[in-house]
């Protein structure tokens, strides 16, 4: 009750030093303060799947087959895009013929080489049938062997030699088309997209007839059962999470408050903008992917203070909430901002896009935007 108290002291205080009538001379405009910090936060994320992949195309061609459209459901397994491989499957038949060659010439040069072994063409004396070949077989080879003009045993090795190396010829052509085989095997997989998981089709990128080139994306698929909310929380907030906490969510959409679990923290906070990423667990059903949905963090940092403002000088462009803040030269600008805790009596805390002294429109007591009403007074 008492800290309850000192907030509303707090933020009376807050109202009689910057309300738009004493705070500045010009109407609808309010100049930020500084105040302490809620002890929650609210930080802004998106509704993400737990599980997501986009196909991209691993071959040029044609899109042959798509299995359906957005929000279709399919088991793991199902073919989602199909790519045109007739050429593909030309070129396999192509490689299998000159398989089968490779492995008919390794036979040949097997048969060769055995015959090779048991009947050498070293001993067979060169010339034709009859009294030729008798006469080589008698004084022309025997001749050459005492002259000293041929060798026996050398023919004999080169020979072998010869043998040998036509059946290791084969054997190379044979590797040669099997890999061959073992490329386009793997394109004609590359052709064909299958779900890695029960999911549904969340964007389609090509059409059927399509022509792609490698790396252009083709559909976006994810698993939809389970959702998570990915958020960037502030780096001072990193030591309120740990894996496995529970705390609340308020979803976009009416601002209905589930429970969430902490799913991941990332380990390395980004360097620009300070802020740790951290997903979290949402209940089934509650929320679609794409949705904005707003995490109650825990505050434990002491002494740290925080800009606040009017709840309506805060617009919200779809669920991305923005703040026009006036510049140097008096003209408005939009920033995005990150949306904090709610302290009551209308004003609420800002955890980044805006700084103290800041000069930022709100909404005038008739309803209409302060940013078209000073725009018009202007």
Known sequence: MIIKAMRTILVASLVVLSSPTVGSAEPNVYVVEQAKSAQTIRVGGTVIPYKEVT???QIPGRVKEIAGIEGDRFPKG??????DDSQLVAKRNAAIAQLRSAEAQLRNASVQYTR?????R??????????????DQMFSKPMGDFMGETDPQAERSADLYSSRIAIDTARNSIL???AQIQAIDAKLRDAKSIAPFDGIILKKFVEVGDTVQPGQPLITFADVEYLQVEVDVPARLRTALRDGQMLKAELGA????????VAQVFPMADAKRHTVKVKFDLPQGVSS????VRVLIPDTTSGSSVPVVPETAVHYNGSLPGIYVLGPDGKPSLRMVRVGQDLGNGFISILSGIKPGDRVLVENTRGRSASRNWSEER
Do not use: C, W
């Open 254 to 261: 009416g601002g209905k408050i589930v429970p969430v679990r």
């Open 116 to 120: 090779e072994i048991y009947a050498p």
């Open 176 to 178: 040669q088309a099997q």
């Open 55 to 57: 196909f991209s195309a």
């Open 122 to 135: 070293s001993k067979k004396a060169p010339g034709g049938m009859g009294m030729p070949n008798l006469f």
């Open 289 to 292: 992917p794409g949705e904005y």
């Open 78 to 83: 199902t073919l989602l895009v199909a790519m």
